[in-house]
């Protein structure tokens, strides 16, 4: 496994960390036993950085992760993040009030079994809320008691990665990076790099496509709680599988569609780590051993290409 920093934090993360939102039934049911299997197959490998949120499986992850890392609490970076409205009546909405967070990052130690959460971070939180000085003035305070050790955001834009960086006290950004959507690669990292913020990639796989293993019809099983069920709905998924046979040179012996879509990832030197969802030991394995592969320089150019001139288009 490599280790990167993780910006101002000064972690050294694993470049290949753990989403742990599959764990909480989002891309369909899952089994704790098998949730367990896949966190204690991800520490055996070295995987170091574990991120969550109290919005999956509205509470759910978090609590799976304070019993799996019993014991184990020393070896992992844990991530977690808070502002997203998961139950009662807000459901669904965001709320980066100063009470608010407060509580729910209180519940999100609870959960997790822990006196102090690595990195606390807000989650999608609107430019207003980023440029407002209470919400931070909070985490300075719970950082000074130990209750977290570092603060971030997850973010959902270039202009909302760009104001959490910008207004310089965020010490990570996470956001989606990944072979269909390049855009922070452009317009994200070199200031992300200048101004030593970590960049915690999610999303490398795009929720599966990026494996190479779906089908049309498959559209059709995404139902219900499935992010997929919104994410891949009507035409957007045909034309997202068209994408994903562009990149099918990407794989070869030895080295899976999967693995060279999360090596993309780690290319550029501003990303620390990227966290894939792996649902089963299996996946956390294949997804772990890609800290290994390079991508050519030749590759990386025609993936540049690809993305100027056929992947970028809506
Ligand atoms: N707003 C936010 O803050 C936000 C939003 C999204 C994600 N995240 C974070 O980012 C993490 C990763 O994103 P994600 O889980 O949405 O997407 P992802 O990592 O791109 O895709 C994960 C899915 O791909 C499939 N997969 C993973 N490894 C595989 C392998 N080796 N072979 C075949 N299939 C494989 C699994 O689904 P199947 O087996 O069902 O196909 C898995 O659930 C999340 O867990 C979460 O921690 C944060």
């Given at each position: 496994m490599e280790y990167r920093t993780l910006g101002k934090t000064g972690y050294r993360v694993s470049v290949i960390g753990l989403?742990?939102?599959?764990?909480?039934?989002?891309?369909?049911?899952?089994?704790?036993?098998?949730?367990?299997?896949?966190?204690?197959?991800a520490l055996?490998?070295g995987i170091n950085f574990i991120d969550t949120?109290?919005?999956?499986?509205?509470?759910?992850?978090?609590?799976?992760?304070?019993?799996?890392l019993?014991?184990n609490r020393d070896k992992v970076i844990l991530a977690t993040?808070?502002?997203?409205?998961?139950?009662?009546?807000?459901?669904?909405?965001?709320?980066?009030?100063?009470?608010?967070?407060?509580?729910?990052?209180?519940?999100?130690?609870?959960?997790?079994?822990t006196?102090a959460i690595d990195l606390y971070q807000?989650?999608?939180?609107?430019?207003?809320?980023?440029?407002?000085?209470?919400?931070?003035?909070?985490?300075?305070?719970?950082k000074?008691?130990g209750?977290i050790r570092h603060y971030g955001v997850s973010?959902?834009?270039?202009?909302?990665?760009?104001?959490?960086?910008?207004?310089?006290?965020a010490e990570t950004v996470q956001?989606?990076?990944?072979?269909?959507?390049?855009?922070?690669?452009?317009?994200?990292?070199?200031?992300a790099?200048?101004?030593s913020v970590g960049i915690v990639v999610?999303?490398?796989?795009?929720?599966?496509?990026?494996?190479?293993?779906?089908?049309?019809?498959?559209?059709?099983?995404?139902?219900?709680?499935?992010?997929?069920?919104?994410?891949?709905?009507?035409?957007?998924?045909?034309?997202?599988?068209?994408?994903?046979?562009?990149?099918?040179?990407?794989?070869?012996?030895?080295?899976?569609?999967?693995?060279?879509?999360?090596?993309?990832?780690f290319?550029?030197p501003a990303v620390s780590t990227v966290i894939?969802?792996?649902?089963?030991?299996?996946?956390?394995?294949?997804?772990?051993?890609?800290?290994?592969?390079?991508?050519?320089?030749?590759?990386?150019?025609?993936?540049?290409?690809?993305?100027?001139?056929?992947?970028?288009?809506?």
């Open positions: 989403g742990t939102m599959v764990h909480a039934g989002h891309f369909g049911p899952m089994k704790d036993e098998e949730s367990l299997a896949a966190i204690d197959t055996e490998l949120s109290d919005a999956y499986g509205a509470g759910y992850s978090e609590t799976l992760l304070g019993k799996a019993k014991g993040k808070g502002g997203n409205v998961m139950v009662g009546p807000d459901k669904g909405k965001r709320n980066f009030a100063v009470d608010y967070i407060d509580r729910v990052l209180h519940e999100s130690l609870q959960r997790l079994q006196d807000l989650h999608n939180p609107t430019v207003d809320a980023m440029r407002k000085g209470e919400i931070w003035e909070l985490l300075d305070k719970r000074k008691e209750k973010i959902n834009s270039v202009e909302e990665a760009l104001a959490a960086i910008e207004g310089g006290k956001l989606e990076y990944n072979l269909l959507d390049q855009l922070a690669g452009e317009k994200v990292f070199s200031a790099e200048k101004a999610r999303v490398p796989l795009r929720r599966s496509l990026l494996t190479g293993k779906l089908k049309p019809e498959d559209q059709q099983r995404f139902q219900g709680e499935d992010v997929r069920a919104r994410n891949f709905a009507g035409d957007a998924f045909k034309k997202q599988l068209e994408k994903v046979e562009k990149l099918r040179f990407l794989a070869k012996p030895g080295r899976s569609l999967a693995q060279a879509a999360i090596a993309f990832c290319a550029h894939p969802g792996g649902r089963n030991p299996h996946q956390v394995r294949e997804n772990a051993a890609a800290a290994n592969m390079r991508l050519s320089g030749e590759e990386l150019e025609r993936i540049a290409e690809l993305w100027r001139t056929e992947l970028s288009a809506k």
